[in-house]
């Protein structure tokens, strides 16, 4: 779709053109705290499973909650599937031949539609997936919206975002100086 089409389809939802497609109420949607404790809990973490062919398995100790930053074990490989986010993090003593397949296995995960934790909220869809899912777009897609981000991470060396995702993380980055110096 080029970018006059778009724009016409946006001026189209916005003036409630019946033929355009219908902007769901948010009052039915659950209240923002709520939902985010429910994506939260749809979070999968999985390790390779060392069969023939390498699969992966979830860690259910891990999965449906926020990532401690103790879990994270330098001779390791996870992947963190957040659903709009999927990343391989690569410990810094993991062996190279983990790192190849688990980035292999990743991308696999990452081209099909996400499957969150137990019944919790997508945070792709969170109105709920459509029926017809045939259409290449941000509400209706048969695997992850190229909005979606991929990611390859290192020990020591994660994104600000994905480092924020982690429990023990939003304490650490407090911004000392910018507070006012009647509280340092």
Known sequence: ??????????????????????????????????????????????KIHWTDPPTLMPVETMCGRIPQVSIFDTKEVFIFDFGSELYVWNGQQSLSGQRKSAFALAKQL?????????????PIFPYGKPENCTEVDNKVSSGRPPWTLFARLHEKAETIL???????????????????AWNR
């Open 110 to 122: 990452y081209e099909e539609p996400f499957k969150p934790y137990g019944k919790n909220y997508d």
């Open 1 to 46: 779709m080029d970018f006059n089409a778009a724009l016409d389809k946006f001026a189209n939802i916005l003036s409630g053109d019946p033929g355009s497609n219908p902007v769901k109420d948010a009052q039915k949607m659950a209240k923002d705290e709520e939902y985010e404790k429910g994506v939260v809990k749809g979070n999968m973490v999985y």
């Open 162 to 180: 994905f480092r924020e995702k982690r429990l023990e993380s939003a304490s650490l980055t407090v911004c000392t100086w910018c507070m006012p």
